[in-house]
């Protein structure tokens, strides 16, 4: 078994953190892996994933000192995933990213051969998800459409489409991933 780097990443609406949770629940225990934890300029208790939450000052600073083996700013925000959080690799396990998009290149050049994950789902269904979370308007939801659509998934990626039942669109991750063994 070959421990992989497993950057996962989708468009906002896809379900990425669902299905990352279904993954969690199901993920075989012969297969040891570990769930990077990320950095995030965004309070704890913000819902979604559990991540070590920091202001911008003290992530600027962090990423200043090199704290950080992948950071990106999305959306406000600032992600980061320490070299800490990539070491298990190095002890036999894979490793699961939550990534970005739009860091997905700088990613690839600082971390050749790593396996690239994109969830998404049909644009309505991004449409209907943006809409019930209540955080845009619907130009800025259009816009993140628009920026789905014109995303071109690389070579070797897996694409997961999630655009209902959960447990197919994981089933689906979990087997692609598995393949690779």
Same mark, same amino acid.
């Given at each position: ?5 497993? @950057?996962?990443?989708? #468009? ?15 993920? #075989? ?12 300029? +965004? ?20 990423? !200043? !000192? ?8 999305? $959306?406000?925000? @600032? @992600? ?17 990213? $939550? ?44 816009? +993140?459409?628009? +920026? ?5 998934? #690389? ?5 997961? !489409? $999630? $655009? ?6 994981? +089933? ?10």
């Amino acid at each position: 078994m070959n421990p992989t780097l497993i @950057y996962v990443m989708g #468009p906002s609406g896809a379900g990425k953190d669902s299905v990352l949770g279904w993954m969690r629940e199901h993920w #075989p225990s012969h297969v040891p892996v570990h769930w990077a934890q990320r950095t995030i300029t +965004r309070v704890a208790k913000a819902g979604g994933e559990d991540h070590e939450a920091v202001d911008t000052a003290e992530f600027l600073q962090l990423q !200043e !000192e090199g704290a950080f083996a992948m950071s990106w700013q999305a $959306n406000g925000l @600032y @992600y980061g995933s320490r070299h800490a959080q990539l070491l298990p690799r190095q002890q036999g396990c894979w490793v699961l990213v $939550n990534g970005s998009r739009g860091h997905l290149r700088q990613a690839l050049q600082s971390h050749p051969g790593m396996q690239v994950v994109h969830i998404t789902a049909e644009p309505e269904i991004l449409r209907q998800r943006l809409t019930a979370r209540q955080r845009e308007t619907p130009l800025q939801i259009q816009q +993140r459409i628009e +920026r789905a659509s014109a995303f071109a998934v #690389p070579a070797g990626a897996i694409q997961i !489409e $999630n $655009n209902g039942d959960l447990a197919l669109a994981g +089933r689906a991750l979990l087997q692609a991933l598995l393949s690779t063994i």
